[in-house]
Structure formats: C-alpha cells, structure tokens
C-alpha cells in the first residue's frame, strides 16, 4: 500500500502531501485543497480477463471560477490528468513496464527533474500498490 498521505514532490503543482480519503482493495482516493483549488489523485487497479491489469493513476482539479459569460456568477471548473497502464500479467515483466513508464513519463514527457520519485512511485503501482 502506498503512503498515506501520498508524498508529493516539491516541485508538484500542490508542493504538500495528499493525505488518503479513501481506501479500497485496488483504489486509493487521496486529496489536497490549495488556495481555492481541490486536488484529488486515485489510484486504482482492475483485473481483467485474459490475465491482464490496468492500473490508472488519475489526477482531478477542481475549482469555482467566474463565468466568464455572466461574471457575477461562479461555475465549477475542472481538469483531469491520467495516467493508464494496460498490461499482461502473463508475458511482461514489472521491470519491463515500468522501463516503458519511465520511457513515456522521463523521457517522451521529459520528467527528468522527478526522476526519484517517478521510479520509485511508478514502481510501485505497477507492483500492484494503491
């Protein structure tokens, strides 16, 4: 199981870590509100036929903005983040999936600065932690 609260590096939008709101077998719901904006990370896993999982790392970000069509008024703002690893259980090994993590996350999104934790995170979900 992972931390709880979740550590966030400090470099991380929120720079605080996400205590866990929620805790299931294969779903954690961790959140965090800083200044007006609530941010919500799950991590969730499911076992699918066929000998495969699909973990999801999942980051929602909430917050009430102005309209901008009628200014006295608010409206709910929201952005989701995601992550999805799909994968065989059967004929890939961790290893090997969290190098094509690494590849996505440190190399083709240029993560470079969050490669400790990126490594040790991404490990860990795809150990199967939530």
Do not use: C, W
Not at 21 to 50: A, C, D, M, P
């Amino acid at each position: 199981m992972l931390a709880d609260p979740l550590p966030i590096d400090a470099s991380y939008i929120t720079a605080a870590d996400q205590p866990a709101i929620s805790r299931e077998t294969n779903k954690s719901v961790y959140r965090l509100t800083v200044s007006n904006v609530i941010y919500t990370t799950t991590i969730s896993h499911q076992y699918l036929s066929g000998g495969r999982r699909r973990s999801m790392v999942r980051l929602d970000a909430k917050q009430n903005v102005a309209d901008p069509y009628v200014p006295t008024q608010y409206v709910e703002d929201t952005t989701s983040v995601y992550l999805v690893i799909d994968r065989s259980e059967r004929l890939v090994t961790d290893a090997a999936v969290l190098s094509y993590v690494k590849e996505l996350v440190g190399g083709v999104m240029a993560f470079s600065t969050f490669a400790n934790a990126v490594t040790t995170r991404s490990a860990q979900i795809v150990a199967g932690e939530s």
